[in-house]
């Protein structure tokens, strides 16, 4: 392995860690969501703010999706498109 290929391999485990972090926080929140609905039907989904900003301190551009609908199809997307990259990222990081 050069240089290069440790860098990038550090990167990525630094990638494979918070991909999978985030798939599982991202859980949590879908089974939140499953002992809502059964509670208050009323709601399409209880996923009532979804933030996406420019900077992790939430400072910047930020696409407020502060919504009673609509929510939780995409963070379905989110997660779907989170577990392939995680594939892909561990695939990577083997060939190296």
Do not use: P, W
């Amino acid at each position: 392995m050069n240089l290069e290929q440790l860098k990038r391999g550090n990167e990525l485990v630094k990638i494979i860690k918070t991909t999978e972090d985030g798939i599982v926080e991202i859980k949590k929140l879908i089974s939140k969501q499953r002992d809502f609905k059964e509670k208050d039907r009323h709601y399409d989904d209880c996923n009532y703010s979804l933030s996406i900003s420019e900077h992790s301190d939430g400072s910047g551009i930020n696409a407020k999706l502060y919504r009673y609908q609509g929510n939780a199809e995409l963070i379905n997307v989110i997660l779907k498109t989170l577990e392939n990259q995680l594939v892909r990222f561990q695939k990577e990081l083997e060939s190296l």
